[in-house]
């Protein structure tokens, strides 16, 4: 379903931030992308989503398909209408609205009134907590509700295929274990999922394939039992020794 080959990735020009990236998600899948701070994780999902552009990055060579559809050349909304929807590091959920305006404004990509409310069941079933709080302004949920709104917030427009950048940043070991379920619920209910995260233990928990970046390159890619037999993986990632 999705991808990605040779992707070179630039911002201006003094920085190469991807050199050549070759990975695939399928239908049915989970991939977790792993790799340390500025390995090019978040460059690799802007990319997808189409958000490059806004960051000042360009695609210098490769490709991202969808279902075959190249998408290197399109805007993030046309994106999100194929049904790749992203969630972007730091929880951007729009404080100032409460939860059900945050909701409401996911829901504006969804392709049909049926499908907006499918959608919206199958948020209220996954994150009860926001029901309960869909009159609170955002900004006023706890971190693990707000990265909650923004993963609901994706939902709402009915994603076939999720990305999620880092949904584990700054929270407590129980609520990124709740987190790491609820990723796993989705992927069941039949929404692929690229999870990039720094907390391996979680992401190879949930994942069913991931790769490892390094300095903008694929260093290790197979499934998630394969990379937690491997020794660098365990070393670099789990702590191991
Ligand atoms: P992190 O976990 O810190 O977000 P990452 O693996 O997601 O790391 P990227 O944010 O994709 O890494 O960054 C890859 C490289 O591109 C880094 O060298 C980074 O400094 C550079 N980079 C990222 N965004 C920009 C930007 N807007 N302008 C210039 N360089 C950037």
Redesign the pocket.
């Known amino acids: 379903m999705l991808s990605v080959r040779d992707l070179q990735v630039r911002?201006?020009r003094s920085?190469a931030?991807l050199h050549g990236v070759d990975l695939d998600v399928s239908p049915d899948g989970v991939l977790a992308v792993l790799?340390?701070?500025?390995?090019?994780?978040?460059?690799?999902l802007r990319t997808v989503s189409g958000t490059l552009r806004m960051?000042?990055?360009s695609v210098s060579a490769g490709e991202v398909r969808y279902d075959g559809k190249p998408l290197t050349k399109l805007d993030p909304a046309r994106i999100v209408g194929l049904g790749v929807v992203g969630v972007p590091?730091g929880r951007q959920v729009f404080a100032r609205m409460t939860v059900e305006e945050n909701l409401r404004a996911g829901g504006i990509g969804a392709r049909s009134p049926e499908q907006r409310a499918a959608a919206r069941k199958r948020v209220d079933e996954l994150f009860p907590v926001l029901s309960e709080r869909a009159k609170q302004r955002a900004g006023l949920l706890s971190g693990g509700e707000q990265q909650m709104l923004a993963i609901g917030r994706a939902l709402m427009s009915g994603p076939r295929l999720l990305l999620l950048d880092?949904p584990s940043l700054g929270l407590a070991p129980k609520i990124v274990e709740r987190i790491g379920d609820i990723i796993r619920e989705i992927h069941e209910q039949g929404t692929a999922v690229v999870l990039?995260e720094?907390n391996a233990v979680m992401a190879l928990r949930v994942a069913d394939h991931a790769i490892v970046?390094e300095v903008?390159r694929v260093a290790l890619a197979g499934t998630t039992a394969e990379l937690v037999a491997s020794e660098e993986v365990q070393r670099l990632y789990l702590g191991g020794h």
């Open positions: 911002y201006g920085v931030a790799g340390s701070n500025g390995a090019g994780k978040s460059t690799l960051h000042r990055g590091e880092e990039v720094q970046l903008g």
